[in-house]
Nanobody, 113 residues
Framework: QVQLVESGGGLVQPGGSLRLSCAAS????????MGWYRQAPGMQRERVAL???????IYTDSVKGRFTTSRDNAKSTVYLQMNSLKPEDTAVYYC???????WGQGTQVTVSS
């Protein structure tokens, strides 16, 4: 059983920044491809970023150049740095072990003035 615990969400003004963290239990974190997803009210969950087990990254077009994902295998933690936030980034953000059943509990990000 793997547990994922997210933190770092909150309320931020447009143009601001937030850093999300996702800490994983278990000793084989380094083998996982990790995804960041978000779900806005009434919308489908979408993947915004992926970091592979060797550190390659992929971003959805709407966040390219603004969001950066990284990982620290020694801490079993993956991060999502979000800059230049927009109101349309408002959503619950989740981390996920790709191709597996494990999801974090989600953390709310609200971008509003």
């Amino acid at each position: 059983q793997v547990q994922l615990v997210e933190s770092g969400g909150g309320l931020v003004q447009p143009g601001g920044s937030l850093r999300l963290s996702c800490a994983a239990s278990g000793s084989i974190f380094r083998l996982y491809h990790m995804g960041w997803y978000r779900q806005a009210p009434g919308m489908q969950r979408e993947r915004v970023a992926l970091i592979t087990n060797i550190g390659n990254t992929i971003y959805t077009d709407s966040v390219k150049g603004r969001f950066t994902t990284s990982r620290d295998n020694a801490k079993s933690t993956v991060y999502l740095q979000m800059n230049s936030l927009k109101p349309e980034d408002t959503a619950v953000y989740y981390c996920h072990i790709e191709n597996g059943p494990y999801w974090g509990q989600g953390t709310q990000v609200t971008v509003s003035s």
